[in-house]
């Protein structure tokens, strides 16, 4: 077995950890193939919350505190520059990734299945004005575009925080919301779940001091509320959705499409319910010798895994035929899990790819 990964002094491995937890389960929900073991874990990405919703919430959290709080002292100007060529990277690698797999999809045989793609095929100045305009990103890589708008966006937030205008972002964030699901406008709706996470980053170690100092049977009692509460609502929605045929729940209630403020609501607490969960099962020493080497790499790179996981994944599809073979398709997922994980340890590869 693989011996844990050393973590750098002032990082919160609870958080290496969960974002490591949200990408592998973006990876096996990205491929598909079900069913398997690990839908038991993934909610096959169809439940009132999925890890999409988790990786954005991660993302602002740790913008908040690492640029926002930890950087709180420095000059803005390098921080709002370093932020914004950022998502102007994340963007150029949106429409390299998902040129790269509308090519792979339009020209090699496919064994498996791919996402549908809304152009005809060979039609590549169609397909380029739709990527352009943001009509059209592949599936296996959406996030990217959202992130680097909100990355764009995020020294003005961090500016006013600095000010200490919290409510300003808070307001100006759920009017964003609303004028997203009245106009349609994706990215709208998901920087609530960015940047209110980001608000909260900004004052993590003041919350984290604020709790350290209750008595310990306050912590213990809220920690077990926490977990207790995200397993009942996880429980509770595995045993209505995961019975129907992949993909033919229709949620009314908790949608993403539009992103309802229910789910963003709901997502919150299940993102502190897997804290509670998380910084519980890490007091124990064999879960970081089991999941040590796999799930902190993964955490720490979790942009350049977001990227390079589309490499097995079309790998998996074009060699492998969709089956309901139980076995087999859990075999694939943990591949696709490992693989993603072993070109993150290729010399170099941050040199190529944003960390």
Request: proline residues 5%; charged residues 10%.
């Amino acid at each position: 077995m693989s011996k844990p990964v050393n973590h750098a002094p002032g990082r919160i491995i609870t958080l290496d950890y969960l974002r490591g937890f949200f990408i592998a389960v973006i990876v096996v929900d990205h491929l598909w193939r079900w069913p398997n073991v690990f839908q038991f874990l993934t909610g096959r990405g169809e439940l009132w919350v999925s890890a999409a919703e988790g990786f954005v919430i991660m993302s602002g959290l740790l913008v908040g505190y690492i640029h926002g709080f930890k950087k709180r002292s420095r000059p803005l100007g390098p921080i709002a520059k370093h932020l914004m060529l950022r998502g102007v990277m994340l963007y150029m690698w949106m429409f390299i990734t998902t040129c790269a797999v509308v090519a792979a999809t339009w020209y090699l045989p496919f064994r498996g299945a791919m996402s549908y793609i809304p152009v005809a095929t060979g039609d590549w100045s169609e397909l380029l004005h739709q990527i352009l305009r943001l009509d059209y990103v592949h599936s296996l890589t959406h996030f990217l575009y959202i992130y680097a708008i909100l990355l764009v966006i995020a020294p003005l937030v961090i500016w006013l925080l600095r000010r200490g205008k919290w409510p300003l972002v808070i307001v100006g964030s759920l009017m964003g919301w609303l004028a997203g699901s009245l106009l349609r406008i994706e990215w709208l709706q998901w920087q609530t779940a960015f940047f209110l996470p980001a608000t909260f980053g900004y004052s993590l170690e003041t919350f984290l001091r604020w709790f350290q100092h209750l008595p310990r049977h306050t912590r213990r009692a809220l920690r077990v509320v926490s977990g207790g509460v995200f397993v009942a609502l996880f429980v509770t929605a595995s045993v209505i959705i995961l019975p129907n045929t992949p993909g033919t729940h229709a949620e009314s209630f908790f949608t993403r499409d539009p992103l309802a403020i229910q789910t963003i609501a709901l997502s919150f607490v299940w993102f502190g319910g897997l804290c509670s969960i998380v910084s519980a099962l890490l007091r124990f020493t064999f879960v970081q010798q089991t999941l040590g080497w796999l799930l902190p790499t993964l955490g720490e790179r979790s942009l350049t895994a977001y990227i390079v996981h589309i490499v097995p994944l079309l790998a998996i599809q074009l060699c492998f035929a969709s089956s309901d073979n139980f076995l087999m398709n859990s075999v694939l997922a943990a591949i696709a899990v490992v693989s993603t994980w072993t070109i993150l340890k290729i010399p170099g590869i941050n040199r190529v790819i944003p960390r």
